[in-house]
């Protein structure tokens, strides 16, 4: 039995910085994950507001232009 590697093994737990405010915010946590056959969802929760989640597919945190890993000080992001 061959075993696939899992796609983003280490998303759970993980920190965001959005390139853009969204929700109100910009530093996000994973806090949970859903498989749908190939795509991977991550489950995002404001660190600043636990009332602030939302799903999106975790491809989405692959775009430097939309995601930054670990959360970076407002100070350090461009304005654009």
Do not use: Y
């Not at 991550?42 to 430097?64: G, H, P």
């Amino acid at each position: 039995m061959v075993r696939r590697k899992q796609k983003f093994p280490h998303l759970i737990g993980s920190k965001w910085t959005s390139t853009q405010t969204t929700w109100g915010w910009r530093h996000f946590q994973v806090v949970n994950r859903r498989d749908e056959g190939e795509l991977v969802f991550a489950e995002m929760m404001s660190s600043c507001d636990d009332t602030v989640r939302f799903w999106i597919n975790a491809q989405q945190l692959k775009n430097r232009n939309l995601w930054l890993p670990g959360w970076i000080p407002l100070s350090q992001l461009k304005e654009g």
